[in-house]
């Protein structure tokens, strides 16, 4: 059973406009959310997380939204640079719980 | 934050060996975590790994196909015994701090002929 589900496998967006992965999860106790990005060949870097207690955090170009009564997050990448292009996972944890739960990730391609 | 340093960053192997993956932390980790991902897929936990305690593994993963060592707390690695092609993936160890994100290693990819 899938805690932690992103749906598209892939996302293409033009240079320059908003680029917008989803998550979802079923674990009502996950209470931190975490968004990575990896390239081929690396391991994944972190991006931006947000805890239960918010609704939005923004860093820059990425702003992530948690809807906790739909258990739904999202990424937003604006504007959307080539650099962008890689694989982003959302991940969740639960309270003082060390491990995270994945996604399966969706690659973001930009097209210039 | 930390800083993971993971050897090999690749690998061909020929069936039925073992390879060893090795990763030093820039800092003292009470948990370090191995994960494997197999093309198309999503990070897979492996097994937790406890500095003085036998590691956890998850379900799907036995300690005779992948046996850890811990021996202090910023070195572990993982032995991928008696390979076979299936067990081509990149392999990932990662340190979470305080409940804050996970840091990871760059990988290692491995590949079984």
């Known amino acids: 059973d899938q805690q932690v589900k992103q749906n598209s496998p892939s996302l293409s967006v033009q240079e320059g406009r908003i680029s917008i992965l989803n998550c979802d999860y079923t674990n009502s106790m996950f209470d931190y959310f975490l968004w990575y990005k990896k390239y081929p060949a690396e391991g994944p870097t972190f991006l931006i997380s947000i805890s239960s207690i918010k609704d939005k955090n923004e860093d820059g170009r990425f702003t992530v939204f948690l809807n906790k009564s739909a258990k739904h997050l999202s990424l937003h990448i604006v504007p959307s640079q080539p650099g962008d292009s890689a694989v982003y996972f959302c991940a969740a944890s639960s309270d003082s719980n060390y491990q995270l739960i994945w996604g399966a990730g969706t690659k973001l391609i930009i097209k210039p | 934050s930390a800083v993971i340093s993971q050897k090999p960053s690749r690998d061909i192997c020929q069936r039925g060996t073992s390879l060893t993956i090795q990763c030093q932390v820039d800092?003292?980790?009470?948990?370090m975590f191995w994960y494997r991902q197999q093309p198309g897929q999503s990070l897979t936990l492996i097994a937790t790994a406890n500095q003085g305690s036998e590691a956890t593994y998850e379900s799907g993963f036995v300690i005779d196909k992948f046996p850890i060592s811990r021996p202090n707390l910023t070195f572990s690695t993982l032995t991928v015994s008696n390979m076979s092609p299936e067990d081509s993936s990149i392999y990932l160890c990662?340190?979470?701090?305080?409940?804050?994100?996970?840091?990871f290693g760059q990988g290692t990819r491995l590949t079984v002929v």
């Open positions: 990662s340190v979470r701090i305080a409940g804050s994100e996970a840091f």
């Open positions: 800092s003292q980790v009470t948990m």
